[in-house]
């Protein structure tokens, strides 16, 4: 299992990994994310099928993500599959310009993903959007248990290493391109 990845029951809910080569854009920005560089890819329906939808993480935290109480009870959590009472925090993540699924914060897996996606972005829960918005106990109790501790971080950043996704090239350093064996 390449531990880059949260799964799920079923289809991954999010990725979190260096991109492994320059050609994928983020949907949120339309910028093109670099080879080496850190991608967060969400589980979306587009034209007819399922895709991962990457984004920079710095747009997957301005715009792709947001911490909130849940409306009227009617949505369901991705991980846990219950139903998300009315009035719990949860954390919604855009699949699309309408569309969000969610994760009731109420499990150790929950924690997981946020950290990993703090992780992913260097960030911290006070850079997602919506937190302003909790109450303060609330508040309180994501900043305590959703920080990624410096052990976290560490663990991160080998996993992404390990399973594929490439170290960004170190300063200054050149990468070789290989060339291709020449036909006779």
Not at 26 to 32: G, R
Not at 55 to 79: D, H, M, P, V
Not at 101 to 130: F, N, S, W
Request: aromatic letters at 4%; proline letters at 7%; glycine letters at 8%.
């Amino acid at each position: 299992i390449d531990p880059s990845v949260l799964p799920m029951s079923g289809p991954t809910l999010l990725t979190c990994e260096r991109a492994k080569s320059g050609r994928s854009t983020c949907v949120s920005s339309q910028e093109p994310i670099a080879e080496g560089e850190m991608r967060i890819g969400v589980m979306s329906w587009r034209m007819g099928r399922s895709c991962i939808s990457w984004q920079t993480t710095r747009s997957f935290i301005a715009r792709g993500c947001f911490l909130e109480y849940a409306g009227n009870g009617s949505a369901s959590c991705k991980l846990s599959k219950k139903k998300l009472p009315k009035g719990s925090l949860r954390f919604a993540i855009r699949t699309g310009p309408s569309t969000q699924m969610y994760v009731g914060l109420d499990t150790p897996e929950a924690v997981a993903l946020v950290k990993r996606v703090l992780c992913a972005a260097q960030a911290k829960p006070i850079d997602l959007q919506g937190i302003d918005g909790l109450k303060e106990k609330d508040r309180k109790v994501i900043i305590k248990s959703c920080t990624p501790s410096a052990r976290d971080r560490n663990d991160f950043e080998k996993e992404t290493v390990l399973c594929g996704g490439s170290s960004p090239p170190a300063k200054g350093k050149k990468t070789r391109k290989r060339r291709r064996p020449e036909h006779e």
